[in-house]
């Protein structure tokens, strides 16, 4: 039996971690992770790409009130969120787009594709000018029309988006199945 006066056994051991071989994150990249996740910026990185992404255009305008709306974006803050709507960095020409995930699967399902201003003979109104959805969900499609009415009703629910171009549409619009169609079987 071992004696408990033994001083090499009253020193616990040395715990050794192990780890993957990557250097643990400095305080300055923790921070700014939580800057940029704070910040409801699109990080196609960290996202996966649409199984099958269709587009189609559109000629939506779009209030400056709801603009800034879906330039803020929105984030999940708990498990009851099940989406996010992140905005991409604006390209060359100003124009930006909204990415809405489906938070689970880390899965893009919309992308709706904004003109800030046009020319002020134009009216000079923020336009969305196109829609990209994902073409395969559970093997079922829809198309644009059923697409853009999905998206308007998360943007209004989540960001309280007016689109006052736009009809109201029922909760029941929402992943409508009898206007999905079955995708063929390869």
């Known amino acids: ?6 001083p090499e056994q009253s020193n616990p051991p040395e715990e050794t971690t192990q780890t993957d071989g990557d250097p643990e994150p400095t305080e300055e990249e923790l921070a700014e992770e939580w800057r940029k996740w704070l910040s409801n910026v699109w990080e196609p990185e960290k996202k996966k790409p649409m199984k099958l992404p269709l587009t189609a255009p559109l000629d939506i305008p779009i209030s400056d009130t709801d603009l800034k709306k879906l330039k803020t974006g929105f984030r999940n803050k708990s498990q009851d969120d099940k989406w996010d709507m992140l905005v991409e960095s ?12 489906r ?21 000079g109104s923020a336009k969305i000018t196109g829609i990209t959805w994902e073409g395969n969900k559970a093997g079922k499609q829809c198309d644009a029309e059923q697409a853009l009415k999905e998206a308007v009703i998360l943007c209004r629910g989540h960001l309280k988006c007016e689109f006052e171009a736009l009809p109201e549409y029922p909760p029941s619009a929402f992943w409508d199945w009898k206007v999905y169609k079955k995708l063929d079987a390869e």
């Open 1 to 6: 039996m071992a004696s408990h006066s033994n």
């Open 90 to 101: 604006p390209d060359a020409n100003g124009n930006v787009s909204i990415h809405i995930s």
């Open 103 to 123: 938070v689970l699967v880390r899965e893009p399902a919309y992308t709706l594709h904004i003109v800030e201003k046009g020319r002020e003979d134009e009216g």
